[in-house]
């Protein structure tokens, strides 16, 4: 395509399949203790 | 759902319930911006941006768009029936111990108030801290991976009784097969050379409070003699990181009204030799609090800061702010997006008398004590309004771009500026997409620094 590129394909619906094992580390105890930004947390199954 | 957004000359749409991500032109973010605010119709797109571009490119450009449509990588449906329970039963398996409500700083913005959460000052005691272990494990089920933070107050302050609940946690990891991963958050105004073996040695990751410049950290963060407490915060952390190697840190500032050009602090925090950065903004209330009038200056910052950002890795200084670093080849899964905290679900705060509560910035409120690990009570029904307090069950995160980048926002926030923990407030959300957008093009420039579309 010219005019775009695609950058990421579907990650959240990749994520459906092998979700959910609730292993990761709660988003309140990384760095912020007030605000929920979870997009930069890691997968435990990617650990 | 889809955002056209852009950082600096970066455009990008974001296909929201997919997770597709697009490095566009800048007429396909044009199409796609004129698309999200409604209007679909291709001669109507034509004509709106006939001004601008040959017809023939609009056409071009509307022809790309239909094919990732096709591919369901545009405008794709959301994944998840959104009536559909999720992670509805509660596994208690992360802990915020206030180990004191105590502290040695007297912060002007501290929703504690200066440690002591409206109650009087105290220390945990060992029996309780050890309590609330056999309270985690014993909530946690099958759950391997435990976290318990050492938060306060000061938690330092109270260090001998950090250590023996440690120690007790090491023998109940062998015990149960379970993993403890401990961190602490620490104001580092009073760090000896043994809480520095023991941090290094004990906490998977460390969040030390620093607000930047001197005069912004001096401003808010006094002793109880009411003087600044920069030098010292400043000599403790560079000693607590040096002896770190490569585990995980924080310096984690906030920041108020007063200081809206923050992008400075957190390169102050930068040029004094620290990578991992955090700065966090006061929003619920007082004279320091952000408010909506701030928005426009507050995106221009974070754009500024994104500038800099790239500007300081380019010079072989690079740094990473937290609210910056999304990842759109894996991270948290779907489940994970739509309940980040897990507040009264997976996520409990244990005062110093033992009682139990959804989070830390829950505990003293009335209605949300869950029980108690020293007299052996739980009621995990307090917990029930936090079942349904995620991205599908709200409205606002039902139409919003950045839903799934902070799981539907702070319930504490929520209920602190509303009085229901379903109601995200207003301006945290303003917050949190006016720094998304330059999250995202960051992403985009750091995958392709020099690719053009």
């Known amino acids: 395509m010219k005019h775009i590129k695609v950058v990421a394909k579907a990650c959240l619906k990749n994520s459906m399949e092998k979700g959910g094992c609730g292993e990761c580390q709660a988003s309140c105890q990384s760095a912020c203790k007030t605000s929920c930004t979870v997009a930069n947390q890691k997968c435990e199954k990617d650990a | 759902m889809i955002h056209a957004g852009h950082f600096e000359d970066t455009y990008f749409i974001l296909d929201v319930e997919s997770g597709s991500l697009h490095h566009v032109d800048e007429l396909v973010y044009d199409i796609a911006h004129l698309m999200e605010t409604g209007m ?27 094919e990732l449509r096709e591919d369901g990588l545009f405008d794709c449906p959301c ?7 999720v992670f509805n039963k509660p596994v208690i398996k ?32 060992e029996e309780v801290g050890k309590a609330a272990l056999d309270f985690l494990i014993a909530q946690s089920k099958g759950r391997k991976h435990l976290e318990v933070d050492f938060f306060g107050g000061e938690p330092l302050i109270n260090f001998s009784v950090v250590k023996a609940i440690t120690a007790y946690g090491r023998e109940l990891e062998k015990r149960h097969n379970k993993v403890i991963r401990f961190t602490m958050t620490t104001n580092a105004y009073h760090v000896t050379d043994e809480m520095v073996d023991f941090i290094n040695r004990e906490m998977k990751n460390l969040v030390i409070s620093i607000d930047g410049r001197r005069e912004i950290h001096d401003a808010e963060r006094k002793n109880a003699a009411g003087q600044g407490s920069y030098d010292k915060v400043i000599a403790n952390a560079k000693r607590l990181i040096a002896s770190r190697g490569d585990q995980e840190y924080y310096i984690r500032g906030t920041y108020t009204a007063r200081n809206l050009d923050f992008a400075n602090d957190v390169l102050a925090i930068a040029d004094q030799g620290f990578r991992e950065i955090s700065l966090e903004p006061v929003v619920t209330d007082g004279p320091l609090a952000i408010q909506e009038s701030d928005l426009p200056a507050i995106d221009r910052e974070y754009r500024r800061l994104g500038r800099m950002l790239e500007a300081r890795r380019a010079e072989g200084r690079p ?9 759109f080849s894996s991270g948290p899964c779907l489940n994970k997006r739509l309940r980040g905290c897990g507040a009264g679900m997976e996520y409990a705060a244990i005062t110093p008398k033992g009682d139990i509560y959804p989070c830390h910035q829950f505990v003293g409120k009335e209605g949300f004590k869950m029980g108690n690990v020293l007299e052996g009570t739980f009621d995990p029904s307090v917990g029930d309004p936090f079942r349904d307090c995620h991205v599908f069950k709200k409205p606002e995160c039902q139409a919003c771009y950045a839903k799934y980048f902070c799981s539907g926002g702070c319930a504490a926030n929520a209920y602190n500026t509303s009085g229901d923990i379903m109601k995200p407030h207003a301006v945290s959300c303003m917050i949190q997409r006016a720094r998304l957008d330059t999250a995202i093009g960051l992403y985009i420039r750091r995958q392709e620094p020099s690719a053009e579309v």
């Open chain 2, 40 to 66: 679909v119709d291709g001669a109507e797109i034509t004509s709106a941006l006939s001004g601008k571009y040959p017809p023939t490119d609009i056409a071009e450009a509307l022809e790309e768009i239909a």
């Open chain 2, 79 to 85: 994944l998840v029936e959104p009536s559909a329970p």
């Open chain 2, 94 to 125: 992360s802990l915020c111990l206030h180990i004191a409500h105590d502290c040695n700083l007297r912060c002007s913005y501290c929703f504690a108030s200066e440690g002591t959460y409206m109650g009087e000052r105290s220390l945990m005691s």
């Open chain 2, 319 to 327: 740094f990473h702010f937290f609210h910056f670093m999304v990842d």
